[in-house]
Nanobody, 114 residues
């Protein structure tokens, strides 16, 4: 499985950004897809996830502000980020999980200025 992430950038606090991640390869084996983030000096944390059936989960810190969605026809997962805060600044990573493997896309920087 290969993951190609895009989006991110610089935005002022209160603004919005979108991320997308396209999967290729053995995509039929993917169960969950999600987004993680890692801020400087901090551990990587789960932001949002979505199952093949569309069930979603969110970190408490982003509930109500971020929305994860999945287009199975395009093998793409999206993360819509609204009401962004400076503490959302991090490198965001796309993740795809099968029953036995986890795959990572390249990170994309999200910077929220105050």
């Amino acid at each position: 499985v290969q993951l190609q992430a895009s989006g991110g950038g610089l935005v002022q606090a209160g603004g919005s950004l979108g991320l997308s991640c396209a999967a290729s390869g053995r995509i039929f084996s993917i169960n969950h897809m999600g987004w993680y983030r890692q801020a400087p000096g901090k551990q990587r944390e789960l932001v949002a996830s979505i199952s093949s059936g569309g069930s979603t989960g969110y970190a408490d810190s982003v509930k109500g502000r971020f929305t994860i969605s999945r287009d199975n026809a395009k093998n793409t997962v999206y993360l819509e980020m609204n009401s962004l805060k400076p503490e959302d600044t991090a490198v965001y990573f796309c993740n795809a999980a099968t029953v036995s493997e986890a795959y990572w896309g390249q990170g994309t920087q999200v910077t929220v200025s105050s």
